[in-house]
């Protein structure tokens, strides 16, 4: 058991979250139960995240796509106010973390995902307020793109859209950034890699491959950004001697 004040401040200190201009608040959004001795986490504060934390009985739920986006309408009515309606009626504090749980050396999802890929990170790169969240580096071994792309099938359990350049048979040196980082695909051919996954696709990215010849691969945005969470939550749970669940609400996007 750890008091909720203390798990915030550890996490905020390890997230380095004041590196980070984001367009939402990184911390405590929801406070709820002083103390926290059991913990969920998933990829996004949803209506069936909360209902799932709240069966599962937890005192805290660990996010990465929060509330409280910049642009957002701000009366709290219809889906804003039923979900903070449940958390504040079960006490569930709601802790989010965006850029900083990207951008994480250890637990974020960019360095989930080499790991999971097994890819040897070179250095960081990309991010519109210059954190540099998103990775580059190479490959295990030089292989197809198509052998990337059933690589990326096989380990995130969902087949990629692969738009191909058409001009790289082999690749051994590449770039990615989870979640909706398509526009950071210019910085990625900048870096001289063979090919760039992300999370989305965007009309024009279309373009772009065709005309730099970087093979480019859409791995899903909630795809890539389940392993951060995850990692962070195992950590905590370790560290403060606490429960853990990770609840994972499928999405296709």
């Given at each position: 058991?750890?008091?909720?004040?203390?798990?915030?401040?550890?996490?905020?200190?390890?997230?380095?979250?004041?590196?980070?201009?984001?367009?939402?608040?990184?911390?405590?959004?929801?406070?709820?139960?002083?103390?926290?001795?059991?913990?969920?986490?998933?990829?996004?504060?949803?209506?069936?995240?909360?209902?799932?934390?709240?069966?599962?009985?937890?005192?805290?739920?660990?996010?990465?796509?929060?509330?409280?986006?910049?642009?957002?309408?701000?009366?709290?009515?219809?889906?804003?106010?039923?979900?903070?309606?449940?958390?504040?009626?079960?006490?569930?504090?709601?802790?989010?973390?965006?850029?900083?749980?990207?951008?994480?050396?250890?637990?974020?999802?960019?360095?989930?995902?080499?790991?999971?890929?097994?890819?040897?990170?070179?250095?960081?790169?990309?991010?519109?307020?210059?954190?540099?969240?998103?990775?580059?580096?190479?490959?295990?071994?030089?292989?197809?793109?198509?052998?990337l792309g059933r690589q990326i099938e096989l380990?995130?359990?969902?087949?990629?859209?692969?738009?191909?350049?058409?001009?790289?048979?082999?690749?051994?040196?590449?770039?990615?950034?989870?979640?909706?980082?398509?526009?950071?695909?210019?910085?990625?051919?900048?870096?001289?890699?063979?090919?760039?996954?992300?999370?989305?696709?965007?009309?024009?990215?279309?373009?772009?491959?065709?005309?730099?010849?970087?093979?480019?691969?859409?791995?899903?945005?909630?795809?890539?950004?389940?392993?951060?969470?995850?990692?962070?939550?195992?950590?905590?749970?370790?560290?403060?001697?606490?429960?853990?669940?990770?609840?994972?609400?499928?999405?296709?996007?």
């Open positions: 058991m750890i008091s909720l004040k203390e798990l915030v401040t550890y996490c905020d200190s390890l997230l380095t979250v004041e590196r980070y201009r984001d367009y939402c608040p990184n911390g405590l959004q929801v406070e709820g139960r002083p103390e926290v001795r059991r913990i969920v986490t998933g990829v996004s504060a949803s209506q069936a995240l909360i209902d799932a934390a709240v069966t599962d009985a937890a005192d805290l739920l660990l996010v990465h796509h929060g509330f409280f986006w910049k642009g957002e309408p701000a009366p709290v009515t219809g889906i804003k106010r039923r979900r903070l309606a449940a958390l504040l009626k079960h006490d569930v504090s709601l802790l989010a973390y965006h850029l900083p749980l990207d951008g994480h050396e250890q637990y974020g999802n960019n360095a989930q995902l080499a790991h999971l890929f097994g890819f040897e990170v070179e250095g960081r790169f990309g991010g519109e307020s210059g954190d540099g969240v998103g990775m580059y580096g190479r490959l295990p071994h030089a292989m197809t793109p198509e052998a380990r995130l359990g969902r087949t990629p859209l692969h738009l191909s350049g058409g001009q790289h048979a082999m690749i051994e040196r590449v770039a990615w950034c989870s979640g909706a980082a398509q526009s950071y695909i210019e910085a990625a051919q900048a870096l001289e890699v063979q090919a760039f996954i992300s999370g989305e696709v965007s009309e024009y990215t279309t373009h772009w491959v065709r005309e730099t010849g970087v093979e480019y691969f859409a791995a899903g945005h909630h795809a890539t950004e389940r392993y951060g969470v995850h990692a962070l939550g195992e950590h905590l749970a370790e560290q403060f001697q606490l429960q853990h669940h990770f609840i994972d609400i499928d999405n296709p996007v």
